[in-house]
């Protein structure tokens, strides 16, 4: 164990006993003194360091706090301890960070125990929402070969609006009216790209349209929509608790999510059989917005379709392609290019007419 691992586990240790009434600083100092004690000098000059870096581990996330306070830096992952990477302005770099096996699980232990969400050999992999919003994702071994694996997926402080993405260079005034337009007339909207293509920034922008009047109802695997509408309640699942009861899936929240008064469903993103109780909501009349991955608008409607069958052997596959064409008016698709620039590459608009559904392309 390293003299700052040694230093934080004094410390807070110190703070753990009950009759403890020792501030975070105080403990601090005394575990550095026991540590300097049986080092014997060994890490003489060295105090500030490691009681800064203790203080740290014991009020922050260690030496991830510098890379998570960057507000440049979009994504950080960890291959093992001497492998961790960030995306800073959409470019991959790899970082040199003082952490050890055991800092990388301490670090994610203090996560978890913040997020109320647990990991362990019977649940080794972990989706979970830190207290300033990013998105943590882990796995442990022997799911993974030796080391854990862990993701760290940061959002915008602010909001963007569909203005803010025209500034952006990500789609064009012309664009954004009829997005603004169809949002505001009801459209039921399905948001599709690749990972990183910007789906839920975009989502998010469309969600800043919402009128006054209306009641938003987002329902998501993790925390990630956000939105400044006032009459907005999110619901995100949840996972079995150690006795193996107590999950609440993304199926169960769109059904109770129809309970809630809705004037717009929001599925943060749809992966699996939950696509069919969306589209059984949105066939109640309730405006629906959701994202899903996908490489083209096309595609996207293609996906639509298989994966509400994964709801059951007796769901037939007319039923689902007559909801979805009868149901998704308007899908929008991001993409990333090679530097990095996110923009919306294709817009689909649903034409209905006796002779039933055709897909004509909005022009960009």
């Known amino acids: 164990m390293s003299a700052q691992s040694e230093i934080t586990e004094i410390a807070r240790s ?21 540590v300097f004690e049986v080092a014997a000098g060994a890490f ?11 203080q740290l581990a014991l009020v922050g996330y260690g030496a991830l706090d510098s890379l998570i306070a960057d507000p440049l830096v979009e994504e950080i992952w960890i291959n093992s301890p001497e492998h961790v990477f960030i995306s800073k302005e959409s470019k991959t770099a790899l970082v040199s960070l003082e952490i050890d096996a055991l800092g990388v699980r301490q670090v994610v232990e ?27 994702h882990v796995v442990i071994p022997d799911v993974t070969r030796e080391h854990w694996a862990v993701n760290i997926r940061k959002f915008p402080t602010k909001v963007l609006t569909l203005s803010d993405l025209v500034q952006l260079g990500a ?8 997005l603004r337009r169809e949002y505001r007339s009801g459209s039921n909207i399905l948001v599709s790209g690749a990972t990183h293509a910007g789906k839920t920034t975009l989502l998010c922008a469309l969600l800043e349209e919402t009128k006054s009047s209306e009641r938003v109802i987002s329902v998501e695997e993790t925390f990630e929509v956000r939105t400044s509408h006032v009459d907005w309640v999110a619901m995100q699942a949840r996972q079995p608790n150690l006795e193996g009861v107590g999950e609440i899936s993304l199926r169960r929240l ?4 129809l309970r809630m008064r809705p004037s717009r469903i929001v599925v943060g993103e749809v992966r699996q059989a939950e696509a069919l109780d969306l589209l059984i909501a949105l066939n109640s009349g309730i405006a629906g917005l959701c994202t899903i991955h996908a490489n083209s608008a096309h595609d996207a409607l293609q996906k639509l379709q298989l994966l509400p069958l994964l709801a059951g052997e007796n769901i037939p596959s007319a039923f689902v392609t007559k909801s979805v064409l009868s149901t998704i008016d308007l899908v929008v698709h991001a993409q990333m290019d090679d530097i990095g620039h996110r923009s ?15 897909w004509q392309e909005v022009s960009l």
């Open 44 to 54: 003489e000059g060295q105090e500030a360091e490691l009681r800064q870096r203790a």
């Open 14 to 34: 110190l703070l753990a006993r009950p009759t403890s009434d020792l501030d975070l600083e105080s403990a601090i100092s005394k575990a550095t003194d026991m």
């Open 171 to 178: 789609l064009s005034i012309e664009l954004a009216e009829f």
């Open 110 to 136: 203090k996560m978890l125990r913040d997020s109320g969400r647990r990991l362990d050999r019977s649940q080794p992999f972990v989706d979970a929402t830190l207290k300033n919003g990013s998105r943590l």
């Open 254 to 257: 769109v059904r109770e999510a």
């Open 344 to 358: 919306v590459a294709q817009v689909i608009k649903a034409e209905r007419n006796e002779q039933g559904v055709t």
